[in-house]
Structures are given as structure tokens and as C-alpha cells.
């Protein structure tokens, strides 16, 4: 499989399949369009899977995992050890998003896709590409024959997990550091200041930020990634993570899977992979404003509307995970409520 074949086969969603769930929705005894996004997004489903018969019971959030050089530059709070403990403790459930998807009936996949030291666990994917980046205040953080390997791979699971019947993913990551390297890929994508872009992460200091918009801006200069070239900026400035999950939205594109987008790394993937074919964007569903600076500033590059404003940034797929069971409470309205036909009731009517 290569990559320029993927993008290249990637075709909108099915106006076909949205029209008719559209008709669906009006037909439904409520007033229209009362359930805003629950029925908006119902739409755009069935346009992405190709029909208005949507079944998303079987969930699962893609939790990539890697470690980041950049973290030599003073940028986080805490130690990358971390990564390799966490994405560790997903296997055994014992983080935020596994509690979370247990409520919301989805389950957790970690991926092994550039952690620093080796990781165990059963339910570990292990499709390691590197053990970590380089520090990209020095050079490229990987190449870019490793950055495409990492969105092969993502496009490649989501078709092993449309293969085991999962119908909806959402995207998730785990990588100290990540959100240093997901602001430089927001900052050249969008052009954008990287001050303008760049928040405190996990908890830094007011010290520590500076460092971090530094480390960002000595990255940009040394490695002058190009924005019209989304391979160019993720290889050079980009972390593994961020490359696996474009291959997650590039492959919800590619198999007709819709795909929820998390928070400010996940979105910062999702801009990739836009940038890379942006027809992916028709697959693309959107879940909270992350509370990082530049949150909502990606969800409007991407013409994505979140349903939260919850004020989260705690990442792992949390807030993607967290808007699940509004998407079944619109689903159960889209599928099992009386028509205005079977009521006896004048049908609403569009009015100008």
C-alpha cells in the first residue's frame, strides 16, 4: 500500500445516503432541526459510511503512543518515562479514557508507534517505528520515509478494525511532549505565530512556556518545513503520534469510517491529514474545544463544529470518547421515534 494511492482514492461522502437521512430526520415527529448537531451529524454519518442504515454500536478510540526529543529542550513538566508508564496502563485500564470508555461502551486500543523504551501489555499494539524523535531544535525529528511509514500504519489499522466490525473510531494519543511538536505543526500549517498557538500543555510554568515557544521557534528555523507540504512539516517538526493519527483520519476516509477528532494533538493530526487529501475532512467529526490556546482556532480550519466547551486538555481521546453517548441518544431519536405521519400530526415545514 502506498500512500499516494490512498489519497488519491479517498472520494467525498455520499450526498446520496445524507440527503436521504436528512428526509428521515424530517419525517420524524419533532420540530426540525431542534436537535441541532445530533441530527446534523446523524447526516454526515451516512454520508460517510455511504448509508442512512447507521449502526455505531461497535466504538473503539486509537490511543497512539510516542515519545518526543524535544522534550530535552526544558518543555514539560514531566519526565518522558512517563509515556512508556501510561501507554502501559492502558493495557490494564487503569487510565482517564479507559474509565470513560467503559461508560461510553468503547474500547481502547494503545499503539506502540515511537515509544523510547520497549512496552508490555496485552492489549498494546506494537507497531513501533522508532524509540522517539529527535530533538527538532536540531534537525528533522524523523525522516520522512519514517514519517509516511507512521501514517501507513495508522491507515493500516483502521482497516484491520473495520475487518473486526468496528463502525466508529476516535482518536487519541499519549506522548510527553506532544503538545510542543503538535503547536510547531498548527503554527506552519496554519502560519500562525508560534506564541499565538503555543499554551502551557500540561501545567507549565510561566518559565517553562517561554522555553517551550523558544524551542518552537528555534525547530521552525532550523528546519524551514514547508506549509504547503503536510509530509514535509510532520517529518520535520512533527512527532509520531500526530503521524499515526493523520493515518487514523486518512484511513477513516479510506474504509468509510467515521472518525472523531479529540483534542488540540489530535486536531493538529487531523490537520495534517487535510492538508495531505483534503477530502478526509467529509470524515472528520468533531467532539470539544480543547482548552489549549489554539483549540478552537484548528476546529474552524477544518470546518468542524466541537459539542463540548468543557474546558478539557487532558488528551489520551477523553473529550472524543466523552460525546459517544450524545451521538447514541441522536441515533436512538434518528431510529426510533414516531413520525409525525404515524402521530396524526401536521408535518413541520421549512419557512422562510
Known amino acids: 500500500m502506498r500512500l499516494e494511492d490512498i489519497l488519491t ?3 467525498p461522502a455520499e450526498q446520496r445516503a445524507m440527503a436521504e437521512a436528512k428526509r428521515r430526520w424530517d419525517a420524524v415527529a419533532h420540530p426540525l432541526n431542534s436537535l441541532g448537531m445530533l441530527e446534523t451529524d446523524v447526516i454526515r454519518i451516512a454520508g460517510m459510511t455511504g448509508s442512512p442504515n447507521i449502526d455505531i454500536s461497535k466504538r473503539a478510540v486509537v490511543v497512539m503512543c510516542a515519545d518526543n526529543g524535544v522534550v530535552e529542550e526544558g518543555v514539560t513538566q514531566t519526565g518522558q518515562e512517563v509515556t512508556a508508564i501510561v501507554t502501559e496502563n492502558m493495557s490494564t485500564g487503569d487510565t482517564s479514557v479507559c474509565r470513560m470508555s467503559h461508560v461510553a461502551g468503547a474500547d481502547v486500543i494503545p499503539v506502540d508507534i515511537g515509544v523510547a523504551r520497549p512496552v508490555k501489555g496485552g492489549k498494546i499494539r506494537q507497531k513501533n517505528i522508532r524509540r522517539g524523535t529527535a530533538n527538532m531544535t536540531q534537525g528533522p525529528a524523523m525522516t520522512r520515509e519514517e514519517a509516511e ?7 493500516e489499522l483502521v482497516g484491520e478494525l473495520k475487518e473486526q466490525g468496528y463502525r466508529l473510531l476516535a482518536t487519541g494519543e499519549m506522548g510527553i511532549g506532544n503538545t510542543t511538536t503538535s503547536s510547531a505543526v498548527v503554527s506552519v500549517l496554519l502560519r500562525q505565530e508560534p506564541a499565538d498557538v503555543t499554551g502551557r500543555g500540561a501545567g507549565l510554568s510561566t518559565e517553562g512556556l517561554r522555553l517551550k515557544i523558544r524551542a518552537i521557534e528555534t525547530a521552525i528555523a532550523v528546519n524551514r518545513p514547508d506549509p504547503a507540504d503536510g509530509l514535509d512539516v510532520l517529518h520535520k517538526v512533527g512527532g ?3 503521524a499515526g493519527l493523520a493515518g487514523v483520519f486518512l484511513g477513516g476516509a479510506y474504509h468509510h469510517i ?3 477528532v479529540d483534542g488540540f494533538i489530535s486536531s493538529a493530526a487531523a490537520l495534517v491529514a487535510a492538508s495531505l487529501c483534503p477530502a478526509v475532512k467529509d470524515y472528520m467529526l468533531g467532539s470539544h474545544a480543547s482548552n ?4 478552537k482556532l484548528v476546529l474552524e480550519a477544518l470546518g468542524l463544529t466541537p459539542f463540548l466547551y468543557a474546558g478539557m486538555c487532558l488528551g489520551e481521546g477523553t473529550g472524543a470518547v466523552a460525546v459517544m453517548p450524545l ?6 431519536v ?12 401536521e408535518a413541520y415545514q421549512p419557512l422562510t
Open 9 to 11: 482514492q479517498i472520494a
Open 149 to 155: 511509514r507512521a501514517i501507513l500504519t495508522g491507515v
Open 240 to 242: 509520531l503520534d500526530i
Open 258 to 260: 467515521p472518525v472523531l
Open 292 to 295: 489549549e490556546p489554539a483549540g
Open 327 to 332: 451521538l447514541d441518544m441522536g441515533l436512538a
Open 334 to 345: 434518528y431510529r426510533e421515534m414516531c413520525t409525525f405521519e404515524a402521530t396524526n400530526i
